[in-house]
């Protein structure tokens, strides 16, 4: 008996009645998945008539009441149906997330489909965290599916190993088992020649690393076949040459005005711009703000810009914090100077300021690489580029800096051993040449952090870290005693 079963068009009726009097909904009501045991994508795919395991198959009818379950199964074929039939479109939603909502992107949608009808083998989506790559993918991959034989989604997010991600797209086309990449790779490539298929690969960012996948996509990119592959990734891989690529920025005011109407707000509200603004259109940061405006601020947008500050919601600064902990020395030295400046600064006034004399080829290499990571924001003028980070990456780094310059205090109050001091070392948290609100502010972070350590006591301490320093070369000391000078005088 087949392992595997589809709804007939009678069941799906007999279905879609039973839940009516349960009065849940088609895939939106949780208990429904959750009582099968199952996700809100297969429900889809039951729905879609798509064929799914027998046993969740079972589960789903059972969780509304239908014990027959073989009423509600297409009896037709079942037990010739094999997966590898070319003869039916084949759709494989897997474990694509629902969005439940879609706003503009009309350009980015028009360009990445002439792209795919052109023949292009390999598309990528690139753009900071939550800026809509994944939304983006879904949304063209429901405008695109009619045109292929084949669609299939797969998250790469738990980061699989590059066999088993294999594995798992072969055994859409055949039962078998992949062994090795060259094996699983010629297997895929045969289907992707045979049939014309449209495979997303969402969230690459987790694989970069490795070297197996990037020579999986280069081979996948330079093969003469007829399907196409889509890839989500918070930055485009220098490794990986890809001329068709999408940079996503975030929505236009239109669009973003759109999304915080659906959250309750009106596009006359006072402070609406600014706040579409500040957070550069990422729709999921605004998402994710506007319960706290609503909640704290009655929905006052003004009142919650009058507090200075910007509010990033954990699962957003978990990803952002984990892309900044993966990036190399150099590349977090850059990034905590400009969360100093906090305005854009050219690359040559930034390399006036690195403690230690860096080959300007290396420097310049580090800035691309950020710029990939969409971590950085350009401004052209007078001749010569500027760079800062954007807000949501400057309230992160400008996080990063206290907190691991609170661990240096820390470590050499206790040690008496200065050379604990890195960043404290290295970068003067007061902008260079200035004593202005911008660098108080983080001084001021960095004072309540040392503070709820050592309280009335942070002064001594200062002192006696100072006295440390004495009869040290300016090498070993760099900005240490500007740092701590500038704290015991705001203490």
């Known amino acids: 008996m087949s392992n595997s079963l589809r709804a007939s068009t009678a069941g799906l009726t007999i279905v879609d009645k039973a839940r009516q009097r349960?009065?849940?909904?088609?895939?939106?009501?949780?208990?429904?998945?959750?009582?099968?045991?199952?996700?809100?994508?297969?429900?889809?795919?039951?729905?879609?008539?798509?064929?799914?395991?027998?046993?969740?198959?079972?589960a789903i009818c059972t969780a509304v009441g239908i014990t027959d379950w073989e009423a509600i199964a297409d009896a037709s074929g079942v037990e010739l149906e094999v997966i590898a039939d070319f003869s039916q479109p084949y759709i494989d939603w897997h474990d694509a997330p629902d969005v439940e909502s879609f706003y503009g992107r009309n350009q980015e949608l028009q360009q990445l489909e002439e792209w795919i009808l052109a023949g292009c083998k390999v598309v990528t989506i690139v753009g900071i965290a939550g800026i809509g790559k994944t939304a983006l993918a879904l949304a063209m991959a429901d405008r695109m599916q009619s045109k292929f034989d084949c669609l299939i989604w797969r998250s790469l997010s738990t980061v699989p190993s590059l066999i088993s991600l294999l594995d798992t797209l072969v055994q859409n086309f055949e039962e078998t088992v992949v062994h090795d990449i060259q094996q699983g790779t010629a297997q895929l490539l045969h289907y992707l020649h045979k049939r014309r298929c449209l495979v997303i690969l969402d969230d690459l960012d987790g694989v970069l690393s490795q070297p197996e996948y990037t020579q999986f996509i280069q081979k996948i990119s330079r093969d003469r076949h007829q399907s196409c592959i889509v890839?989500?990734?918070?930055?485009?891989?220098?490794?990986?040459?890809?001329?068709?690529?999408?940079?996503?920025?975030?929505?236009?005011?239109?669009?973003?005005?759109?999304?915080?109407q659906s959250r309750g707000f009106t596009t006359k509200e006072l402070g609406i711009?600014?706040?579409?603004?500040?957070?550069?259109?990422?729709?999921?940061?605004?998402?994710?703000?506007t319960p706290l405006i609503q909640s704290v601020f009655a929905g006052n947008i003004t009142a919650f810009l009058s507090q200075n500050t910007l509010v990033i919601g954990d699962r957003l600064r978990f990803i952002l914090k984990q892309q900044f902990q993966q990036l190399s020395e150099l590349q977090q030295d850059i990034l905590y100077w400009?969360?100093?400046?906090?305005?854009?600064?050219?690359?040559?006034?930034?390399?006036?300021?690195?403690?230690?004399?860096?080959?300007p080829a290396m420097?310049?290499?580090?800035?691309?690489?950020?710029?990939?990571?969409?971590?950085?924001?350009?401004?052209v003028g007078m001749g010569e580029a500027s760079f800062t980070l954007q807000p949501l990456v400057m309230k992160i780094v400008t996080d990063e800096l206290v907190e691991q310059a609170a661990k240096?205090?820390?470590?050499?109050?206790?040690?008496?051993?200065?050379?604990?001091?890195?960043?404290?070392?290295?970068?003067?948290?007061?902008r260079p040449g200035s004593d202005d609100i911008v660098g108080d502010r983080i001084l001021h972070q960095l004072r309540e952090n040392l503070w709820r350590l050592y309280g009335a006591t942070l002064p001594e301490t200062l002192n006696q870290i100072l006295l440390l320093l004495k009869d040290?070369?300016?090498?070993?000391?760099?900005?240490?005693?500007?740092?701590?000078?500038?704290l015991l005088f705001k203490t």
């Not at 400009?338 to 080959?359: G, K, N, V």
């Not at 240096?408 to 007061?430: G, N, P």
């Open 22 to 58: 349960l009065g849940w909904t088609k895939t939106s009501t949780a208990r429904w998945w959750q009582d099968a045991h199952t996700s809100r994508a297969t429900l889809r795919r039951f729905w879609q008539g798509d064929r799914i395991q027998r046993e969740i198959f079972i």
């Open 231 to 260: 890839i989500t990734s918070r930055e485009q891989s220098s490794a990986i040459e890809i001329n068709n690529c999408v940079n996503l920025k975030g929505l236009p005011k239109a669009d973003a005005l759109e999304l915080l």
């Open 273 to 289: 711009s600014a706040l579409i603004q500040l957070y550069r259109g990422n729709p999921l940061a605004l998402k994710l703000v």
């Open 338 to 359: 400009l969360a100093i400046w906090q305005e854009p600064i050219s690359f040559s006034r930034l390399q006036t300021h690195l403690l230690i004399s860096i080959d």
């Open 363 to 379: 420097v310049l290499e580090a800035i691309m690489a950020l710029e990939r990571r969409s971590l950085l924001e350009k401004w």
């Open 408 to 430: 240096e205090m820390q470590q050499v109050a206790q040690t008496h051993e200065i050379h604990h001091f890195k960043l404290l070392r290295t970068h003067w948290l007061l």
């Open 472 to 486: 040290k070369s300016p090498w070993a000391i760099g900005y240490i005693a500007c740092n701590l000078t500038a």
